[in-house]
Nanobody
Framework: QVHLVESGGGLVQRGGSLRLSCEVSGILFSNRAMEWHRQAPGKERELVAKIGIDGSTVYGEAVKGRFSIIRDNSRKILYLEMNSLKPEDTAVYYC????????????WGEGTLVTVSS
């Protein structure tokens, strides 16, 4: 059975940092591109960052220069390092995996809530 389990969310003050983790089980990790998305209250889900099987990365405009997506293939964990957090970063953050070798989303985690206070 496939599981993507996010952790690391919580309450942080403006300017603070958090590291989210996504532990993956039930699928091969190293042959899949991985992504972080987020959904703020009343807004559509949006891409935060994605990382290919070659380690190449793409970031959403709102987080460029502040967030870093990292993958650990040996432990099957995806990370999102978040720095200089802003209240507008408040959202539920979701981890997602793509189908092997292609950019086509297949599995999603349940999400972890990040709240940034002003």
């Amino acid at each position: 059975q496939v599981h993507l389990v996010e952790s690391g969310g919580g309450l942080v003050q403006r300017g603070g940092s958090l590291r989210l983790s996504c532990e993956v089980s039930g699928i091969l990790f190293s042959n899949r591109a991985m992504e972080w998305h987020r959904q703020a209250p009343g807004k559509e889900r949006e891409l935060v960052a994605k990382i290919g099987i070659d380690g190449s990365t793409v970031y959403g405009e709102a987080v460029k220069g502040r967030f870093s997506i990292i993958r650990d293939n040996s432990r099957k964990i995806l990370y999102l390092e978040m720095n200089s957090l802003k209240p507008e970063d408040t959202a539920v953050y979701y981890c997602a995996s793509n189908r092997p070798g292609v950019w086509s989303l297949e599995h999603w985690g349940e999400g972890t809530l990040v709240t940034v206070s002003s």
